[in-house]
Protein backbone atom coordinates (compact mmCIF):
# COMPACT_ATOMS: atom_id res chain seq x y z
CA UNK A 1 0.00 0.00 0.00
CA UNK A 2 1.27 3.58 -1.00
CA UNK A 3 1.98 6.18 2.24
CA UNK A 4 -0.55 9.14 1.62
CA UNK A 5 2.05 11.37 2.06
CA UNK A 6 3.52 10.01 -1.85
CA UNK A 7 -0.09 9.66 -3.12
CA UNK A 8 -0.73 13.89 -2.19
CA UNK A 9 2.56 14.05 -3.86
CA UNK A 10 2.01 12.20 -7.03
CA UNK A 11 -1.49 13.49 -7.43
CA UNK A 12 -1.15 16.67 -5.85
CA UNK A 13 2.08 17.86 -6.14
CA UNK A 14 1.91 19.01 -2.16
CA UNK A 15 4.27 17.92 0.37
CA UNK A 16 2.31 18.43 3.32
CA UNK A 17 -0.73 17.79 4.83
CA UNK A 18 -3.43 20.78 6.13
CA UNK A 19 -3.98 20.41 9.77
CA UNK A 20 -6.15 17.12 10.28
CA UNK A 21 -6.39 16.07 7.10
CA UNK A 22 -3.54 13.49 8.06
CA UNK A 23 -5.07 12.16 11.47
CA UNK A 24 -8.30 11.64 9.51
CA UNK A 25 -6.62 9.63 6.33
CA UNK A 26 -5.10 7.89 9.05
CA UNK A 27 -8.26 6.85 10.76
CA UNK A 28 -9.90 5.76 7.41
CA UNK A 29 -7.06 3.88 6.57
CA UNK A 30 -6.97 2.02 9.35
CA UNK A 31 -11.13 1.11 8.64
CA UNK A 32 -12.29 3.77 11.82
CA UNK A 33 -15.91 5.13 10.88
CA UNK A 34 -14.73 8.98 10.68
CA UNK A 35 -16.62 11.87 10.83
CA UNK A 36 -14.74 15.44 9.58
CA UNK A 37 -15.94 18.47 10.19
CA UNK A 38 -13.76 20.97 8.30
CA UNK A 39 -14.10 24.46 7.47
CA UNK A 40 -15.05 25.64 3.67
CA UNK A 41 -11.19 25.20 1.81
CA UNK A 42 -9.95 22.93 4.39
CA UNK A 43 -9.27 20.19 1.99
CA UNK A 44 -12.23 17.64 2.68
CA UNK A 45 -12.04 15.75 -0.49
CA UNK A 46 -8.45 15.08 0.19
CA UNK A 47 -9.21 13.28 3.03
CA UNK A 48 -11.43 10.20 1.63
CA UNK A 49 -9.57 10.49 -1.72
CA UNK A 50 -6.02 9.78 -0.94
CA UNK A 51 -7.11 6.48 1.69
CA UNK A 52 -9.39 5.03 -1.71
CA UNK A 53 -6.37 5.47 -4.08
CA UNK A 54 -4.19 3.69 -1.27
CA UNK A 55 -6.19 1.00 -1.20
CA UNK A 56 -7.55 -1.89 -3.64
CA UNK A 57 -10.85 -1.32 -4.72
CA UNK A 58 -13.43 1.58 -5.63
CA UNK A 59 -14.63 4.25 -3.07
CA UNK A 60 -18.77 4.88 -3.26
CA UNK A 61 -18.97 8.56 -2.48
CA UNK A 62 -22.55 9.81 -1.88
CA UNK A 63 -22.79 13.40 -2.66
CA UNK A 64 -26.45 15.55 -3.11
CA UNK A 65 -25.30 18.09 -5.90
CA UNK A 66 -24.80 17.04 -9.55
CA UNK A 67 -22.18 20.19 -10.23
CA UNK A 68 -20.64 19.26 -7.21
CA UNK A 69 -20.30 15.79 -8.61
CA UNK A 70 -19.13 17.07 -11.88
CA UNK A 71 -16.70 19.26 -10.76
CA UNK A 72 -14.48 16.38 -8.47
CA UNK A 73 -15.10 13.67 -11.02
CA UNK A 74 -13.50 16.65 -13.89
CA UNK A 75 -10.89 17.29 -11.22
CA UNK A 76 -9.64 13.45 -10.04
CA UNK A 77 -9.94 12.58 -14.24
CA UNK A 78 -7.53 15.53 -14.76
CA UNK A 79 -4.62 14.14 -12.41
CA UNK A 80 -5.47 10.94 -14.09
CA UNK A 81 -7.15 9.14 -11.77
CA UNK A 82 -10.47 6.98 -13.17
CA UNK A 83 -14.02 8.35 -11.59
CA UNK A 84 -17.27 8.99 -12.84
CA UNK A 85 -20.43 9.56 -11.90
CA UNK A 86 -24.01 8.32 -12.76
CA UNK A 87 -26.16 11.73 -13.17
CA UNK A 88 -29.75 12.38 -13.99
CA UNK A 89 -30.67 11.59 -17.50
CA UNK A 90 -28.99 8.67 -17.87
CA UNK A 91 -30.69 5.35 -19.83
CA UNK A 92 -31.12 1.89 -18.29
CA UNK A 93 -28.62 1.01 -21.07
CA UNK A 94 -26.25 3.68 -20.14
CA UNK A 95 -26.43 2.86 -16.47
CA UNK A 96 -25.71 -1.09 -16.87
CA UNK A 97 -22.61 -0.73 -18.86
CA UNK A 98 -21.46 2.19 -16.45
CA UNK A 99 -21.81 -0.44 -13.74
CA UNK A 100 -20.45 -2.99 -15.43
CA UNK A 101 -17.52 -0.79 -16.15
CA UNK A 102 -17.23 -0.01 -12.25
CA UNK A 103 -16.78 -3.17 -11.63
CA UNK A 104 -14.14 -4.61 -14.33
CA UNK A 105 -12.69 -1.33 -15.08
CA UNK A 106 -10.48 -0.63 -12.47
CA UNK A 107 -12.33 2.51 -11.68
CA UNK A 108 -11.67 4.15 -8.16
CA UNK A 109 -14.55 6.58 -7.59
CA UNK A 110 -18.05 6.20 -8.04
CA UNK A 111 -20.07 9.10 -7.53
CA UNK A 112 -23.77 9.29 -6.97
CA UNK A 113 -26.99 10.67 -5.40
CA UNK A 114 -28.52 9.15 -2.42
CA UNK A 115 -31.60 8.55 -4.36
CA UNK A 116 -29.86 6.47 -7.10
CA UNK A 117 -29.30 3.80 -4.29
CA UNK A 118 -32.82 3.26 -4.37
CA UNK A 119 -32.74 1.61 -8.20
CA UNK A 120 -32.36 -2.45 -7.63
CA UNK A 121 -29.90 -2.37 -10.85
CA UNK A 122 -27.03 0.05 -8.44
CA UNK A 123 -28.02 -2.07 -5.28
CA UNK A 124 -26.91 -5.14 -7.15
CA UNK A 125 -23.76 -3.95 -8.88
CA UNK A 126 -23.08 -2.24 -5.98
CA UNK A 127 -22.75 -5.67 -4.39
CA UNK A 128 -20.44 -6.97 -6.77
CA UNK A 129 -17.76 -4.22 -6.85
CA UNK A 130 -14.95 -4.37 -4.59
CA UNK A 131 -15.53 -1.44 -2.22
CA UNK A 132 -12.75 -0.14 -0.24
CA UNK A 133 -14.94 3.30 1.59
CA UNK A 134 -18.22 4.94 1.28
CA UNK A 135 -17.62 8.79 1.74
CA UNK A 136 -20.64 10.75 2.58
CA UNK A 137 -20.14 14.29 1.06
CA UNK A 138 -22.20 17.08 2.87
CA UNK A 139 -23.27 14.70 5.70
CA UNK A 140 -25.59 17.73 7.13
CA UNK A 141 -27.63 16.76 4.87
CA UNK A 142 -28.65 13.68 6.53
CA UNK A 143 -29.55 15.41 10.20
CA UNK A 144 -33.53 16.61 10.21
CA UNK A 145 -31.61 19.79 12.15
CA UNK A 146 -28.74 20.14 8.92
CA UNK A 147 -28.73 22.85 6.53
CA UNK A 148 -30.63 21.19 3.05
CA UNK A 149 -31.92 17.91 5.22
CA UNK A 150 -32.76 15.41 2.43
CA UNK A 151 -34.61 12.36 3.40
CA UNK A 152 -33.01 10.27 0.86
CA UNK A 153 -29.91 10.53 2.74
CA UNK A 154 -31.52 7.81 4.87
CA UNK A 155 -30.78 5.38 1.84
CA UNK A 156 -26.93 5.02 2.76
CA UNK A 157 -27.19 2.75 5.41
CA UNK A 158 -28.47 0.30 2.26
CA UNK A 159 -24.39 0.48 1.56
CA UNK A 160 -23.63 -0.41 4.93
CA UNK A 161 -26.01 -3.37 4.38
CA UNK A 162 -24.35 -4.41 0.88
CA UNK A 163 -20.74 -3.97 2.44
CA UNK A 164 -21.18 -4.72 6.48
CA UNK A 165 -17.25 -4.75 6.51
CA UNK A 166 -16.39 -1.52 4.96
CA UNK A 167 -15.99 1.44 6.60
CA UNK A 168 -17.91 4.77 6.36
CA UNK A 169 -16.14 8.60 6.59
CA UNK A 170 -18.59 11.34 6.61
CA UNK A 171 -17.57 15.01 5.79
CA UNK A 172 -19.17 18.71 6.07
CA UNK A 173 -18.25 22.07 6.06
CA UNK A 174 -21.10 23.30 8.29
CA UNK A 175 -22.74 21.83 11.08
CA UNK A 176 -23.81 22.57 14.70
CA UNK A 177 -23.27 20.16 17.48
CA UNK A 178 -27.19 19.22 17.44
CA UNK A 179 -26.32 18.11 14.33
CA UNK A 180 -22.74 16.35 14.04
CA UNK A 181 -24.76 14.21 16.95
CA UNK A 182 -27.58 13.15 14.63
CA UNK A 183 -25.22 12.44 11.89
CA UNK A 184 -23.51 9.89 14.04
CA UNK A 185 -26.45 8.48 15.25
CA UNK A 186 -28.15 8.29 11.83
CA UNK A 187 -25.34 6.40 9.62
CA UNK A 188 -24.85 4.37 12.78
CA UNK A 189 -21.19 4.84 13.48
CA UNK A 190 -19.41 2.26 15.38
CA UNK A 191 -16.71 3.64 17.88
CA UNK A 192 -16.95 6.64 15.54
CA UNK A 193 -13.62 8.82 15.06
CA UNK A 194 -14.54 12.84 15.33
CA UNK A 195 -12.36 15.34 13.95
CA UNK A 196 -13.39 18.95 13.97
CA UNK A 197 -11.29 22.30 13.10
CA UNK A 198 -12.24 25.43 14.64
CA UNK A 199 -14.04 27.32 12.12
CA UNK A 200 -12.13 30.61 13.13
CA UNK A 201 -10.58 32.47 10.39
CA UNK A 202 -8.03 34.56 11.65
CA UNK A 203 -7.35 36.30 8.00
CA UNK A 204 -10.99 36.99 7.43
CA UNK A 205 -13.02 39.82 8.72
CA UNK A 206 -16.77 40.15 9.01
CA UNK A 207 -17.91 43.36 8.42
CA UNK A 208 -22.28 44.08 8.67
CA UNK A 209 -22.77 47.74 7.16
CA UNK A 210 -26.06 49.50 7.13
CA UNK A 211 -26.11 51.11 3.84
CA UNK A 212 -29.04 53.25 1.80
CA UNK A 213 -27.75 53.20 -1.17
CA UNK A 214 -25.65 49.44 -1.79
CA UNK A 215 -24.60 49.98 -5.73
CA UNK A 216 -22.68 52.96 -3.80
CA UNK A 217 -21.39 50.77 -1.15
CA UNK A 218 -20.18 48.19 -3.23
CA UNK A 219 -18.34 50.34 -6.08
CA UNK A 220 -16.20 52.15 -2.97
CA UNK A 221 -15.16 48.73 -1.74
CA UNK A 222 -14.44 47.02 -5.01
CA UNK A 223 -12.37 50.45 -5.75
CA UNK A 224 -10.63 50.21 -2.67
CA UNK A 225 -9.85 45.98 -2.88
CA UNK A 226 -8.90 45.73 -6.61
CA UNK A 227 -8.55 42.00 -6.18
CA UNK A 228 -11.14 38.82 -7.16
CA UNK A 229 -13.94 39.27 -5.83
CA UNK A 230 -17.57 37.46 -5.35
CA UNK A 231 -21.29 39.21 -4.63
CA UNK A 232 -23.73 37.28 -3.73
CA UNK A 233 -27.30 38.33 -4.93
CA UNK A 234 -31.21 36.81 -3.97
CA UNK A 235 -31.84 36.62 -7.95
CA UNK A 236 -31.05 36.80 -12.11
CA UNK A 237 -31.86 39.53 -12.45
CA UNK A 238 -29.89 41.43 -10.09
CA UNK A 239 -26.67 39.67 -11.16
CA UNK A 240 -27.17 41.45 -14.69
CA UNK A 241 -27.93 44.96 -13.09
CA UNK A 242 -24.98 44.76 -10.67
CA UNK A 243 -22.63 43.42 -13.10
CA UNK A 244 -23.69 45.91 -15.95
CA UNK A 245 -23.66 48.66 -13.03
CA UNK A 246 -20.18 47.99 -12.22
CA UNK A 247 -18.83 47.70 -15.51
CA UNK A 248 -20.10 51.69 -16.21
CA UNK A 249 -17.82 52.37 -13.18
CA UNK A 250 -14.55 50.99 -14.81
CA UNK A 251 -14.89 48.02 -12.46
CA UNK A 252 -14.83 44.38 -14.54
CA UNK A 253 -17.26 42.27 -13.95
CA UNK A 254 -19.31 39.10 -15.29
CA UNK A 255 -22.42 37.19 -13.79
CA UNK A 256 -23.62 33.55 -13.18
CA UNK A 257 -26.88 32.06 -12.26
CA UNK A 258 -28.37 28.71 -12.92
CA UNK A 259 -30.04 30.22 -16.29
CA UNK A 260 -27.64 30.52 -18.43
CA UNK A 261 -26.58 27.65 -21.23
CA UNK A 262 -23.50 25.41 -19.83
CA UNK A 263 -21.18 27.76 -22.69
CA UNK A 264 -22.28 31.35 -20.84
CA UNK A 265 -21.71 29.71 -17.29
CA UNK A 266 -18.17 28.22 -18.48
CA UNK A 267 -17.00 31.43 -20.38
CA UNK A 268 -18.20 33.84 -17.43
CA UNK A 269 -16.51 31.30 -14.69
CA UNK A 270 -12.99 31.27 -16.95
CA UNK A 271 -13.06 34.88 -17.15
CA UNK A 272 -13.00 35.35 -13.27
CA UNK A 273 -10.72 32.53 -12.81
CA UNK A 274 -8.37 33.91 -14.86
CA UNK A 275 -8.85 37.37 -13.38
CA UNK A 276 -10.39 38.49 -16.77
CA UNK A 277 -12.78 39.77 -14.55
CA UNK A 278 -12.33 41.43 -10.87
CA UNK A 279 -15.86 40.22 -9.85
CA UNK A 280 -18.32 37.64 -10.00
CA UNK A 281 -22.02 38.96 -9.33
CA UNK A 282 -23.79 35.69 -8.51
CA UNK A 283 -26.69 33.96 -7.22
CA UNK A 284 -25.83 31.03 -4.17
CA UNK A 285 -25.90 28.42 -7.47
CA UNK A 286 -22.03 29.52 -7.61
CA UNK A 287 -18.89 28.61 -5.96
CA UNK A 288 -19.56 24.79 -4.98
CA UNK A 289 -16.52 23.34 -5.87
CA UNK A 290 -14.69 26.64 -6.57
CA UNK A 291 -10.89 26.80 -5.44
CA UNK A 292 -9.54 30.30 -5.77
CA UNK A 293 -7.30 31.66 -3.54
CA UNK A 294 -6.97 34.57 -4.28
CA UNK A 295 -10.49 35.94 -3.16
CA UNK A 296 -10.17 39.40 -1.34
CA UNK A 297 -13.77 40.28 -0.94
CA UNK A 298 -17.18 38.11 -0.62
CA UNK A 299 -20.23 40.70 -0.39
CA UNK A 300 -23.50 39.61 0.08
CA UNK A 301 -25.72 42.27 -1.12
CA UNK A 302 -29.32 40.77 0.40
CA UNK A 303 -29.47 38.89 3.88
CA UNK A 304 -28.08 35.32 3.17
CA UNK A 305 -31.33 32.68 4.14
CA UNK A 306 -28.99 30.77 6.76
CA UNK A 307 -25.62 31.32 8.78
CA UNK A 308 -24.78 27.67 7.54
CA UNK A 309 -25.11 28.92 3.79
CA UNK A 310 -22.94 32.54 4.70
CA UNK A 311 -20.24 30.75 6.73
CA UNK A 312 -19.69 28.76 3.58
CA UNK A 313 -20.00 31.58 1.03
CA UNK A 314 -18.00 33.87 3.17
CA UNK A 315 -15.95 30.90 3.70
CA UNK A 316 -14.80 31.33 -0.37
CA UNK A 317 -12.28 34.65 0.68
CA UNK A 318 -8.85 34.00 2.20
CA UNK A 319 -8.18 31.23 1.45
CA UNK A 320 -3.92 32.51 0.29
CA UNK A 321 -4.10 33.22 4.11
CA UNK A 322 -3.92 36.90 3.54
CA UNK A 323 -6.31 39.43 5.26
CA UNK A 324 -10.14 39.42 3.25
CA UNK A 325 -13.68 40.64 4.33
CA UNK A 326 -16.70 39.02 4.00
CA UNK A 327 -19.16 42.12 3.87
CA UNK A 328 -22.69 41.80 4.38
CA UNK A 329 -24.72 44.66 3.61
CA UNK A 330 -28.01 45.48 5.17
CA UNK A 331 -30.96 48.55 5.27
CA UNK A 332 -34.11 48.92 6.92
CA UNK A 333 -36.13 46.84 4.74
CA UNK A 334 -33.68 44.04 4.43
CA UNK A 335 -35.53 41.95 7.49
CA UNK A 336 -38.51 42.06 5.87
CA UNK A 337 -37.55 41.48 2.46
CA UNK A 338 -35.56 37.76 4.19
CA UNK A 339 -38.65 37.29 6.09
CA UNK A 340 -41.14 37.44 2.55
CA UNK A 341 -38.58 35.74 0.50
CA UNK A 342 -38.32 32.52 3.05
CA UNK A 343 -40.68 32.33 5.84
CA UNK A 344 -44.14 33.80 4.35
CA UNK A 345 -43.48 31.10 1.52
CA UNK A 346 -43.44 27.93 3.76
CA UNK A 347 -46.06 25.65 2.55
CA UNK A 348 -48.06 23.63 5.30
CA UNK A 349 -49.20 20.44 5.60
CA UNK A 350 -52.63 21.01 4.09
CA UNK A 351 -51.01 23.00 1.17
CA UNK A 352 -48.81 19.65 0.06
CA UNK A 353 -51.93 18.07 0.64
CA UNK A 354 -53.97 19.95 -2.05
CA UNK A 355 -51.56 20.56 -4.40
CA UNK A 356 -50.39 16.43 -4.45
CA UNK A 357 -53.89 15.78 -5.23
CA UNK A 358 -54.39 18.48 -7.72
CA UNK A 359 -51.43 16.95 -9.06
CA UNK A 360 -52.63 13.74 -9.06
CA UNK A 361 -56.01 14.69 -10.76
CA UNK A 362 -53.74 16.67 -13.26
CA UNK A 363 -52.34 13.47 -14.23
CA UNK A 364 -55.25 11.71 -13.90
CA UNK A 365 -53.86 9.12 -11.60
CA UNK A 366 -56.57 6.79 -9.85
CA UNK A 367 -55.78 5.62 -6.48
CA UNK A 368 -53.35 3.11 -5.51
CA UNK A 369 -51.28 3.55 -8.78
CA UNK A 370 -49.34 6.40 -10.51
CA UNK A 371 -45.72 4.74 -8.99
CA UNK A 372 -42.56 4.82 -11.78
CA UNK A 373 -44.68 6.88 -14.53
CA UNK A 374 -43.22 9.81 -15.48
CA UNK A 375 -44.77 12.82 -17.43
CA UNK A 376 -44.41 15.64 -19.31
CA UNK A 377 -45.19 18.65 -17.38
CA UNK A 378 -46.60 22.35 -17.24
CA UNK A 379 -45.36 24.42 -14.69
CA UNK A 380 -47.56 27.54 -15.62
CA UNK A 381 -50.55 25.78 -16.68
CA UNK A 382 -50.72 23.62 -13.55
CA UNK A 383 -50.30 26.76 -11.00
CA UNK A 384 -53.14 28.86 -13.15
CA UNK A 385 -55.58 25.63 -13.93
CA UNK A 386 -55.85 25.51 -9.59
CA UNK A 387 -54.90 29.18 -8.91
CA UNK A 388 -51.70 28.22 -6.76
CA UNK A 389 -49.28 31.21 -6.21
CA UNK A 390 -46.25 29.90 -8.42
CA UNK A 391 -43.73 30.34 -5.14
CA UNK A 392 -45.41 28.25 -2.93
CA UNK A 393 -46.65 25.75 -5.40
CA UNK A 394 -42.36 25.60 -6.56
CA UNK A 395 -41.59 25.26 -2.70
CA UNK A 396 -44.12 22.32 -1.90
CA UNK A 397 -43.30 20.22 -4.79
CA UNK A 398 -39.56 21.12 -4.17
CA UNK A 399 -40.38 19.71 -0.85
CA UNK A 400 -42.34 16.43 -2.27
CA UNK A 401 -39.25 15.81 -4.37
CA UNK A 402 -36.58 15.80 -1.51
CA UNK A 403 -38.71 13.41 0.32
CA UNK A 404 -38.82 10.92 -2.58
CA UNK A 405 -42.98 11.48 -3.06
CA UNK A 406 -41.77 12.41 -6.37
CA UNK A 407 -39.24 13.17 -8.92
CA UNK A 408 -38.91 16.78 -10.59
CA UNK A 409 -37.16 18.05 -12.89
CA UNK A 410 -35.66 21.36 -12.41
CA UNK A 411 -36.67 23.33 -15.37
CA UNK A 412 -39.40 25.85 -14.89
CA UNK A 413 -39.72 28.86 -16.70
CA UNK A 414 -37.16 27.15 -19.39
CA UNK A 415 -40.27 26.51 -22.10
CA UNK A 416 -39.41 29.99 -24.06
CA UNK A 417 -35.84 31.40 -24.79
CA UNK A 418 -35.67 35.02 -26.60
CA UNK A 419 -33.09 37.04 -27.34
CA UNK A 420 -33.24 40.54 -29.24
CA UNK A 421 -30.48 40.23 -32.35
CA UNK A 422 -31.14 43.84 -33.64
CA UNK A 423 -30.68 47.28 -31.53
CA UNK A 424 -32.69 49.17 -29.65
CA UNK A 425 -32.76 52.27 -32.26
CA UNK A 426 -34.24 49.17 -34.86
CA UNK A 427 -36.09 48.18 -32.25
CA UNK A 428 -38.35 51.51 -31.70
CA UNK A 429 -38.59 51.95 -35.47
CA UNK A 430 -40.15 48.89 -36.00
CA UNK A 431 -42.54 49.21 -33.39
CA UNK A 432 -43.68 51.87 -35.02
CA UNK A 433 -45.20 50.17 -37.69
CA UNK A 434 -46.48 47.11 -35.91
CA UNK A 435 -47.75 48.91 -33.16
CA UNK A 436 -49.92 45.48 -32.52
CA UNK A 437 -47.09 44.16 -30.98
CA UNK A 438 -46.13 47.29 -28.59
CA UNK A 439 -46.87 46.21 -25.16
CA UNK A 440 -45.45 42.81 -25.47
CA UNK A 441 -42.15 44.13 -27.03
CA UNK A 442 -41.62 46.60 -24.21
CA UNK A 443 -43.02 44.17 -21.50
CA UNK A 444 -40.21 41.39 -22.05
CA UNK A 445 -37.68 44.47 -22.66
CA UNK A 446 -38.99 45.69 -19.30
CA UNK A 447 -38.57 42.53 -17.14
CA UNK A 448 -35.84 40.86 -18.70
CA UNK A 449 -32.18 42.96 -18.39
CA UNK A 450 -30.02 41.48 -20.25
CA UNK A 451 -32.03 40.35 -23.33
CA UNK A 452 -30.14 42.21 -26.23
CA UNK A 453 -26.86 40.06 -24.96
CA UNK A 454 -27.65 36.60 -24.50
CA UNK A 455 -30.49 34.14 -24.77
CA UNK A 456 -32.92 34.82 -22.35
CA UNK A 457 -35.59 31.98 -20.57
CA UNK A 458 -38.59 33.96 -19.86
CA UNK A 459 -41.88 32.82 -17.65
CA UNK A 460 -45.08 32.93 -20.55
CA UNK A 461 -47.37 33.51 -18.17
CA UNK A 462 -45.97 36.20 -15.90
CA UNK A 463 -45.02 37.32 -19.32
CA UNK A 464 -48.65 37.03 -20.66
CA UNK A 465 -50.46 38.75 -17.52
CA UNK A 466 -47.62 41.78 -17.88
CA UNK A 467 -48.82 42.31 -21.56
CA UNK A 468 -52.51 41.54 -20.76
CA UNK A 469 -52.79 38.76 -23.57
CA UNK A 470 -53.15 35.16 -23.65
CA UNK A 471 -50.27 32.53 -23.55
CA UNK A 472 -50.99 31.84 -27.31
CA UNK A 473 -51.29 35.27 -28.31
CA UNK A 474 -48.17 35.88 -26.75
CA UNK A 475 -46.43 32.72 -28.67
CA UNK A 476 -47.83 33.87 -31.87
CA UNK A 477 -46.27 37.60 -31.19
CA UNK A 478 -43.24 35.98 -30.76
CA UNK A 479 -43.03 33.80 -33.50
CA UNK A 480 -43.90 36.57 -35.44
CA UNK A 481 -40.90 38.67 -34.24
CA UNK A 482 -38.77 35.66 -35.16
CA UNK A 483 -39.85 35.92 -38.56
CA UNK A 484 -39.30 39.84 -39.10
CA UNK A 485 -35.85 38.94 -37.39
CA UNK A 486 -35.80 41.07 -34.68
CA UNK A 487 -35.59 38.07 -32.20
CA UNK A 488 -34.13 34.95 -31.72
CA UNK A 489 -36.84 32.28 -30.73
CA UNK A 490 -36.35 28.72 -28.77
CA UNK A 491 -39.45 26.47 -28.48
CA UNK A 492 -39.35 23.55 -26.04
CA UNK A 493 -42.01 21.51 -25.82
CA UNK A 494 -42.38 21.55 -22.02
CA UNK A 495 -41.25 23.49 -18.61
CA UNK A 496 -40.55 20.42 -16.63
CA UNK A 497 -41.14 16.10 -16.40
CA UNK A 498 -42.60 14.79 -12.85
CA UNK A 499 -42.12 10.99 -11.87
CA UNK A 500 -44.48 9.79 -9.37
CA UNK A 501 -42.20 7.35 -7.40
CA UNK A 502 -45.07 6.57 -4.44
CA UNK A 503 -48.71 5.18 -5.67
CA UNK A 504 -51.27 7.53 -4.82
CA UNK A 505 -52.68 7.65 -1.34
CA UNK A 506 -53.66 11.57 -1.17
CA UNK A 507 -53.43 12.40 2.35
CA UNK A 508 -52.28 8.77 4.09
CA UNK A 509 -48.61 9.70 1.42
CA UNK A 510 -48.87 13.43 2.97
CA UNK A 511 -49.55 12.25 6.37
CA UNK A 512 -46.25 10.29 6.46
CA UNK A 513 -43.75 12.79 5.95
CA UNK A 514 -46.43 15.18 8.21
CA UNK A 515 -43.86 15.37 11.27
CA UNK A 516 -40.53 16.24 8.40
CA UNK A 517 -42.54 19.27 6.92
CA UNK A 518 -42.94 20.90 9.91
CA UNK A 519 -40.01 20.43 11.52
CA UNK A 520 -38.52 21.95 8.75
CA UNK A 521 -40.81 24.66 8.76
CA UNK A 522 -39.23 25.41 12.33
CA UNK A 523 -35.86 25.12 11.42
CA UNK A 524 -36.05 27.64 8.41
CA UNK A 525 -37.55 29.59 11.18
CA UNK A 526 -34.82 29.14 13.28
CA UNK A 527 -32.59 29.89 10.76
CA UNK A 528 -33.94 33.14 9.49
CA UNK A 529 -34.00 34.48 13.20
CA UNK A 530 -30.75 33.97 13.40
CA UNK A 531 -29.44 35.63 10.46
CA UNK A 532 -31.19 38.71 11.45
CA UNK A 533 -30.33 38.45 14.88
CA UNK A 534 -26.53 38.23 13.80
CA UNK A 535 -26.99 41.36 11.29
CA UNK A 536 -28.56 43.30 14.22
CA UNK A 537 -26.26 42.37 16.79
CA UNK A 538 -23.76 45.43 16.86
CA UNK A 539 -21.76 44.76 20.57
CA UNK A 540 -20.64 41.56 20.27
CA UNK A 541 -17.58 40.43 18.07
CA UNK A 542 -19.03 39.28 14.56
CA UNK A 543 -16.75 36.19 14.73
CA UNK A 544 -17.60 35.45 17.93
CA UNK A 545 -21.40 35.14 17.35
CA UNK A 546 -20.89 32.93 14.11
CA UNK A 547 -18.24 30.53 16.03
CA UNK A 548 -20.51 30.30 19.24
CA UNK A 549 -23.52 29.38 16.48
CA UNK A 550 -21.21 26.24 15.81
CA UNK A 551 -20.72 25.89 19.08
CA UNK A 552 -17.65 26.76 19.58
CA UNK A 553 -16.51 28.49 23.30
CA UNK A 554 -13.97 30.46 24.87
CA UNK A 555 -13.67 32.55 21.73
CA UNK A 556 -11.66 35.94 21.79
CA UNK A 557 -12.79 38.74 20.11
CA UNK A 558 -11.34 39.22 16.21
CA UNK A 559 -10.37 42.52 16.76
CA UNK A 560 -11.02 43.26 12.77
CA UNK A 561 -14.98 42.64 12.40
CA UNK A 562 -16.90 45.50 11.98
CA UNK A 563 -17.88 45.60 15.57
CA UNK A 564 -14.75 45.04 16.97
CA UNK A 565 -13.55 48.02 14.69
CA UNK A 566 -16.12 50.21 15.83
CA UNK A 567 -15.11 50.73 19.19
CA UNK A 568 -11.95 52.24 18.06
CA UNK A 569 -13.45 54.36 16.11
CA UNK A 570 -15.27 56.15 18.12
CA UNK A 571 -14.47 59.99 17.65
CA UNK A 572 -13.65 62.28 20.94
CA UNK A 573 -15.75 65.66 20.69
CA UNK A 574 -12.86 67.60 19.93
CA UNK A 575 -12.26 65.60 17.08
CA UNK A 576 -15.86 66.12 15.86
CA UNK A 577 -15.51 70.16 16.88
CA UNK A 578 -12.62 69.89 14.23
CA UNK A 579 -14.69 68.42 11.56
CA UNK A 580 -16.94 70.80 11.68
CA UNK A 581 -14.24 73.45 10.97
CA UNK A 582 -13.19 71.31 7.94
CA UNK A 583 -16.78 70.37 6.37
CA UNK A 584 -17.54 75.08 6.28
CA UNK A 585 -13.51 75.33 4.97
CA UNK A 586 -14.47 72.99 2.50
CA UNK A 587 -18.02 74.59 1.48
CA UNK A 588 -16.45 77.59 1.28
CA UNK A 589 -15.01 76.40 -1.79
CA UNK A 590 -18.28 75.20 -3.11
CA UNK A 591 -21.61 72.90 -2.51
CA UNK A 592 -20.46 69.12 -1.84
CA UNK A 593 -22.24 65.91 -0.98
CA UNK A 594 -21.37 63.55 1.99
CA UNK A 595 -19.50 61.28 -0.35
CA UNK A 596 -17.43 63.93 -1.69
CA UNK A 597 -16.63 65.32 1.81
CA UNK A 598 -15.52 62.00 3.03
CA UNK A 599 -12.98 61.94 0.08
CA UNK A 600 -11.60 64.75 1.39
CA UNK A 601 -11.87 64.06 5.47
CA UNK A 602 -9.61 61.58 7.31
CA UNK A 603 -12.88 60.30 9.34
CA UNK A 604 -15.38 58.21 9.30
CA UNK A 605 -18.85 57.90 7.48
CA UNK A 606 -20.71 57.72 10.57
CA UNK A 607 -18.96 60.84 12.07
CA UNK A 608 -19.46 62.67 8.82
CA UNK A 609 -23.65 62.30 8.84
CA UNK A 610 -22.98 62.93 12.54
CA UNK A 611 -21.98 66.58 12.43
CA UNK A 612 -24.00 67.11 8.67
CA UNK A 613 -26.66 66.47 11.39
CA UNK A 614 -25.88 69.27 13.90
CA UNK A 615 -25.50 71.60 11.22
CA UNK A 616 -28.31 70.94 9.35
CA UNK A 617 -30.19 71.73 12.74
CA UNK A 618 -28.17 74.98 13.67
CA UNK A 619 -29.06 76.33 10.24
CA UNK A 620 -25.07 76.02 9.29
CA UNK A 621 -25.69 74.42 6.31
CA UNK A 622 -28.54 73.65 3.89
CA UNK A 623 -29.56 70.86 1.27
CA UNK A 624 -29.98 71.89 -2.17
CA UNK A 625 -32.29 70.35 -5.12
CA UNK A 626 -28.98 68.16 -6.05
CA UNK A 627 -28.47 66.83 -2.95
CA UNK A 628 -25.47 68.36 -2.29
CA UNK A 629 -24.66 70.71 0.81
CA UNK A 630 -23.94 74.43 1.08
CA UNK A 631 -22.61 76.90 3.44
CA UNK A 632 -26.86 78.41 4.71
CA UNK A 633 -25.54 82.06 4.11
CA UNK A 634 -23.58 81.72 0.73
Known sequence: MQHPINILERYWNFTAFMPLQ???????????????????????????QIPALAKDGICIVISPLIALMKNQVQTLQDRGIKA?????????EQLDKLLDNC????????????????????????????????????AHCISQWGNDFRPAYKNISLLRQLHPSVNLVALTASATPEVVTDIVKELDFIKPKVFKQSFARPNLAYLVLHEDDKYYRIESILKKYKSSSIIYVRNRKLTFEISSFLESKGILSTYYHGGLSNSEKDTFMQQWLHNKKQVMVATNAFGM????????????????ESLESYFQEAGRAGRNGEKAFAVILKNNSDE???KNQFLSVLPTVDFIKQVYRKLCNYFQISYGEGENLTFDFDFNNFCKAYNF????????????????????????HN????????SSAVVFHYLETHQDLEVIMKSFLRMYGGIFEHETKINTLSLS????????????????????????????KTDAQVTFIEPREDDKTINRIASIIEQQNDLKQFQVKSVIDYVKNDDICKNIQLLSYFGEKNIEPCGICSVCTKSTKTGKPQDLKALKKRIVELLEHGNLSSRAMLTKLDCSEKDIKNVLQLMLEHNMISVTKTNTYKLFHK
Open 22 to 48: EGIINAVIEGEDTFALLPTGGGKSICF
Open 84 to 92: MALTSGITF
Open 103 to 138: IYGNYKFLYLSPERLQQELVQERIKQMNVNLIAVDE
Open 289 to 304: GIDKPDVKTIIHFNLP
Open 336 to 338: LLV
Open 389 to 412: SSILCYNALNLLDRVSIICLSRQF
Open 415 to 422: QVSIQVIV
Open 465 to 492: EKSSTSEPELISALKQLEKDGIISLHLA
